[in-house]
């Protein structure tokens, strides 16, 4: 596989950002790449070879070759800045498991490295840039926020330290917020379109799905909802797995979510990056993967929502006299308004999640909250191409992944506003249970 240039620039959608608006950006997401690395020691800086972490010093390096590798190269035709930078951090074509083996620049040389090539972006965007070359700023902006995001996560895999001066302390007085809202069925526009501006190629094209009535939960299942699985058995009960889920089950030796601890026969703690802490009761269960959501859903008599399910839930309207969907698409959840805290959480407006019932604001039409942040939610859909897909010039970011991942929607706490657009298309493979996920359920 190798990531490609295009031959030719060509005009697709952007958000409109202008220069400054977009220098303030590659500012502010580096800022967050800096608290989530600055702190590390060197040999944090390298960590443990595993299938599901980069070392962190091989992944700022490369968010700064990204950078530079589709703004001032390719949209600037400017010469490579450091000599055989694509042989240490073009991740196509570096092996993952011998990203632990390259000769990296040292930790000043990294950020030496990272900041030029932001000197040089600045520069360029002070001078002006077309409308068509701001595309791939755009590009590399959403790179480097989604690589903030596993950054938190590696911290929380590995063990390492809460980051520092991201988001307020999370609070736990919002409570539970059960019940299910209902959704009548009719016809779905799934997918992005010209008008949504910067979007990822995986969601071309809108097109129109049927969709039955369905009755959603107003929330992600809880830690205190996930628990009565783990209390009865669940996770040595095979009829609750499928049976790739049981071979994973069998495989890890799971009985639980993979930071809680068991103590005294139950599970009050869990590991928070380095510490262990209460489990907040109704806060959603993060860091399931899509087995564990599936098990639950089938020993709670409940099931998974398929995309367009969740999309018009999030995104849908009834017309006047409830009986079917209206041909209308909110921007988000809650309306046009740009997110802030009282809608989502996300942005690091807090450091991990909030309890489910937070973020009133944010209802969508139908009564779901926190479509839109806290925790990712697992869908039933596999991650295939919609109707009229074709690849970006980041020809690598879909194409390789489909049919092998199941899609997540909405966004986590450690997502950006940029990327948890309700139309974003995340996507994993079943197993990954380090990614800040969680998941909400349909009624049968
Ligand atoms: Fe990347």
Same mark, same amino acid.
């Given at each position: 596989?190798?990531?490609?240039?295009?031959?030719?620039?060509?005009?697709?959608?952007?958000?409109?950002?202008?220069?400054?608006?977009?220098?303030?950006?590659?500012?502010?997401?580096?800022?967050?790449?800096?608290?989530?690395?600055?702190?590390?020691?060197?040999?944090?800086?390298?960590?443990?070879?595993?299938?599901?972490?980069?070392?962190? %010093?091989?992944?700022? /390096?490369?968010? #700064?070759?990204?950078?530079?590798?589709?703004?001032?190269? *390719?949209?600037? @035709?400017? =010469? $490579?800045?450091?000599?055989?930078?694509?042989?240490?951090?073009?991740?196509?074509?570096?092996?993952?498991?011998?990203?632990?083996?390259?000769?990296?620049?040292?930790?000043?040389?990294?950020?030496?490295?990272?900041?030029?090539?932001?000197?040089?972006?600045?520069?360029?965007?002070?001078?002006?840039?077309?409308?068509?070359?701001?595309?791939?700023?755009?590009?590399?902006?959403?790179?480097?926020?989604?690589?903030?995001?596993?950054?938190?996560?590696?911290?929380?895999?590995?063990?390492?330290?809460?980051?520092?001066?991201?988001?307020?302390?999370?609070?736990?007085?919002?409570?539970?917020?059960?019940?299910?809202?209902?959704?009548?069925?009719?016809?779905?526009? %799934?997918?992005?379109? /010209?008008?949504? #501006?910067?979007?990822?190629?995986?969601?071309?094209?809108? *097109?129109?799905? @049927?969709? =039955? $009535?369905?009755?959603?939960?107003?929330?992600?299942?809880?830690?205190?909802?996930?628990?009565?699985?783990?209390?009865?058995?669940?996770?040595?009960?095979?009829?609750?797995?499928?049976?790739?889920?049981?071979?994973?089950?069998?495989?890890?030796?799971?009985?639980?979510?993979?930071?809680?601890?068991?103590?005294?026969?139950?599970?009050?703690?869990?590991?928070?990056?380095?510490?262990?802490?209460?489990?907040?009761?109704?806060?959603?269960?993060?860091?399931?993967?899509?087995?564990?959501?599936?098990?639950?859903?089938?020993?709670?008599?409940?099931?998974?929502?398929?995309?367009?399910?969740?999309?018009?839930?999030?995104?849908?309207?009834?017309?006047?006299?409830?009986?079917?969907?209206?041909?209308?698409?909110?921007?988000?959840?809650?309306?046009?308004?740009?997110?802030?805290?009282?809608?989502?959480?996300?942005?690091?407006?807090?450091?991990?999640?909030?309890?489910?019932?937070?973020?009133?604001?944010?209802?969508?039409?139908?009564?779901?909250?926190?479509?839109?942040?806290?925790?990712?939610?697992?869908?039933?859909?596999?991650?295939?191409?919609?109707?009229?897909?074709?690849?970006?010039?980041?020809?690598?970011?879909?194409?390789?992944?489909?049919?092998?991942?199941?899609?997540?929607?909405?966004?986590?706490?450690?997502?950006?506003?940029?990327?948890?657009?309700?139309?974003?298309?995340?996507?994993?493979?079943?197993?990954?249970?380090?990614?800040?996920?969680?998941?909400?359920?349909?009624?049968?």
């Amino acid at each position: 596989m190798m990531i490609r240039m295009s031959a030719t620039l060509i005009d697709r959608p952007t958000s409109g950002a202008t220069e400054d608006e977009l220098a303030t950006q590659l500012h502010d997401v580096r800022t967050r790449t800096r608290r989530l690395t600055e702190d590390l020691s060197t040999r944090q800086l390298m960590g443990p070879m595993l299938p599901i972490v980069n070392p962190v %010093l091989w992944e700022i /390096g490369h968010v #700064g070759w990204f950078h530079e590798y589709w703004t001032l190269r *390719h949209a600037h @035709g400017e =010469a $490579p800045g450091l000599d055989g930078a694509d042989l240490l951090w073009n991740s196509s074509t570096v092996a993952h498991a011998t990203r632990w083996d390259l000769k990296l620049p040292d930790r000043n040389g990294v950020f030496a490295y990272m900041a030029d090539v932001l000197g040089r972006q600045v520069g360029r965007l002070s001078g002006g840039v077309e409308a068509r070359m701001r595309y791939f700023y755009e590009l590399s902006i959403r790179h480097e926020d989604m690589h903030v995001e596993a950054l938190a996560y590696t911290r929380q895999t590995l063990g390492y330290a809460r980051p520092d001066g991201l988001g307020h302390a999370a609070d736990h007085d919002a409570g539970p917020w059960p019940g299910d809202a209902s959704v009548p069925g009719g016809r779905w526009r %799934l997918g992005s379109t /010209g008008a949504d #501006g910067f979007i990822f190629d995986n969601e071309k094209w809108a *097109h129109e799905v @049927g969709i =039955a $009535p369905f009755r959603i939960a107003k929330a992600p299942v809880t830690n205190a909802e996930f628990a009565a699985f783990v209390r009865a058995g669940g996770y040595r009960n095979r009829q609750f797995w499928s049976a790739a889920g049981w071979a994973w089950r069998e495989g890890t030796g799971a009985e639980r979510p993979v930071y809680w601890l068991e103590t005294d026969g139950g599970y009050g703690t869990w590991r928070r990056y380095q510490d262990v802490e209460p489990l907040a009761p109704h806060a959603p269960v993060m860091f399931v993967n899509w087995y564990e959501a599936e098990a639950w859903c089938r020993w709670a008599k409940r099931r998974l929502p398929t995309e367009a399910e969740w999309e018009a839930a999030a995104l849908g309207e009834a017309v006047a006299n409830g009986s079917c969907l209206a041909d209308s698409k909110r921007r988000w959840p809650w309306g046009e308004t740009s997110p802030s805290s009282q809608h989502a959480n996300l942005d690091f407006a807090f450091d991990g999640p909030l309890d489910v019932a937070a973020c009133a604001a944010g209802d969508s039409a139908f009564g779901c909250r926190q479509m839109i942040g806290n925790v990712w939610e697992w869908t039933a859909s596999d991650f295939v191409p919609l109707p009229g897909f074709a690849a970006d010039p980041y020809e690598d970011y879909s194409r390789p992944w489909f049919n092998t991942r199941k899609v997540l929607r909405g966004g986590s706490w450690a997502t950006s506003a940029r990327i948890a657009r309700p139309g974003y298309r995340n996507f994993f493979t079943p197993e990954r249970n380090d990614v800040i996920a969680g998941f909400r359920t349909c009624a049968l």
